[in-house]
């Protein structure tokens, strides 16, 4: 069987863990697949490990006890998830944003792959401990964002619908009314989606009221789950709220000021 150099087996285990994030992956599969001793394998895992923290690029994690391994945590520096917030900022601060009826035009940004993607990374970070079995969110602008958040975490995401779909079999609706139109909805779950009795991260594109979220709440009593907690992009201050559990939010929006100006700033940890 082939032999790799150690430049080589760096490479194949870098892939494939950032491929497969915070999920554990023995020592014995890489050490099969490049036909390397487990203690060449856990020395080149030694090298990922200090050049991923040197260069706040993730974490490699390692899991004691026969069914341990390795795993690989995603993350961004401090600077980095800043400057990315403060960047955020500063696109939506632009008038044209502000539609009829004072709200603000994010849909390019939740289509934006760079974007979402280290929007993701920084909420599953501060999510990493959480011990989430889904990730939650309602169709359809929170889609992207909800998807790589559940990426990262290794988990699966799950999505209530506003309208049934017969495609998805028996599902559970409740009425909610809107944070944001104020008006009565509904939302559902296919029954097969969701295992009873888990823990499950609600994240979206926008947080206004929290009306959504309280909707998300009572469906997941339905399957006798819990949401452990929310996350979003833009989390609006401008009307109060009163959530089942507290939020995460990368930057806020506070409105328009009295010169028409959008008045955004990165949310605080």
Known sequence: MQKYSRNSRISAITKILIE????IMSLNYFSEMLNAAKSTISEDILVIREIMETLEMGMIETIAGATGGVRYVARIGEEEEKAFANAICETLRDKSRIVPGNFLYITDIML??????????????????????????????GIPLAYEVARYLGVPLIVARKNSKVTEGTSVTINYVSGTTGRLGNMGLAKRTLKTSSRCLFIDDFLRAGGTVNGIADLLNEFDSELIGIGVLVDSKEVAKKLPTPYISLVDYHGVDEEGNVVMEASEK
């Open 20 to 23: 497969n994030p915070n999920k």
């Open 112 to 141: 934006d792959p760079t974007i979402v993607h280290r929007a993701g990374v920084i909420l599953a970070s501060r999510f990493s401990k959480a011990k989430a079995d889904y990730v939650i969110t309602v169709e359809t602008k």
